[in-house]
């Protein structure tokens, strides 16, 4: 059991590590051949920071253990809006670009109604089985071209008003940033196969789901680039990207890694998982309310501390009863 808790450990650490040595070399390359700032950001820094979990995704879904693959989504995104945003709101008081607020949320919620939608086939369709399957993931992938169009439209029209940012991109040699990425897809894949072989061992040994555990411990996990991401964005003073970093990613989750993931193997659904769907429902609505609460487009920390407790009574709930 130790050494299970070890392995799990240092697959998470695997996975941080891996991601943050891909978007290091693939930022530098991306640099060397003229690629700007911004686009280096929406695409190589944006995929790298989804990348871990992309990569238990894939590795549940190629192992089989489907409840995994979709408890990691889902219970991301409860974490991300409940818990990283609590917390940094808790730290710093978080103000909210109109765009934010106005766009990208609800294309948020869409994303989770969309997945309620495609994978309850006993519900809606009045199927034997409830599944995500492959078309369900082309549909998905299709959303999120759409949603990376208006991301490129938005940020050029940014820059075109305010000006590109100074540069950040570290630049390496050739043979340097083919290296950190090879080493990062290693650290990547290897901490993935970890995680997910840790994950399945506790929740045999605790008398667990595997979906239980996705939605814990691996979830949380695969979240902490996230936590970093928006805590370090909000105390140096760019609260607008800490919580764009959230709602972006969990936009990410749903239309990109689980449309790639089903693509490579269709995802059985349990009816339980629907908890979880309306639980993500409810935080993305409340975060979208709670931009007209108190002052208007701003998270406060009195709104911070009940994210927090909203997710520990969550978390207490899904041990408890499932």
Do not use: C
Request: proline content about 2%.
């Amino acid at each position: 059991m130790f050494l299970t808790i070890v392995f799990l450990i240092a697959g998470f650490l695997l996975l941080i590590k891996g991601a943050d040595l891909l978007v290091d070399g693939s930022s530098s390359v991306a640099k060397r051949f003229g690629i700007s700032d911004l686009i280096i950001g929406l695409t190589v820094v944006a995929f790298g920071t989804s990348a871990p979990e992309l990569v238990v995704n894939i590795v549940s879904a190629v192992q089989g253990n489907s409840e995994i693959a979709i408890g990691n989504i889902l219970g991301s995104n409860i974490a991300n809006i409940l818990l990283i945003l609590g917390i940094t709101a808790i730290i710093v008081p978080i103000t909210v670009q109109r765009s934010t607020t106005w766009r990208e949320i609800p294309f948020a919620l869409l994303a989770v109604l969309m997945l309620g939608v495609m994978a309850n086939d006993v519900l809606i369709d009045g199927l034997q089985s409830s599944f995500i399957s492959k078309s369900d993931g082309v549909v998905m992938i299709g959303f999120f071209s759409v949603f990376m169009y208006y991301i490129f439209g938005s940020a050029k029209k940014n820059v075109q008003e305010y000006g590109d940012e100074e540069s950040n991109t570290k630049q390496y040699g050739v043979i340097k940033s083919l290296l950190l990425i090879v080493g990062g897809l290693i650290g990547l894949v290897l901490g993935g196969k970890w995680v997910v072989d840790s994950a399945i061992y506790l929740a045999t040994a605790w008398g667990m789901s595997e979906a239980v555990i996705g939605l814990t411990v691996v979830a949380i996990g695969t979240s902490l680039p996230e936590l970093a991401t928006s805590v370090v964005a909000a105390t140096k003073g760019k609260a607008d990207i800490a919580i764009g970093n959230v709602v972006g990613s969990n936009i990410f989750n749903i239309f990109w890694i689980l449309g790639v993931t089903s693509l490579i193997a269709p995802l059985p659904f349990s009816e339980s998982s629907n908890i979880d769907i309306f639980v993500t429902i409810f935080a993305t609505i409340l975060l979208f309310v709670w931009m007209f609460t108190g002052k208007k487009h701003r998270l406060d920390r009195w709104q911070g501390v009940i994210f927090v407790i909203l997710y520990a009574v969550y978390v207490y709930l899904l041990l408890t009863l499932r």
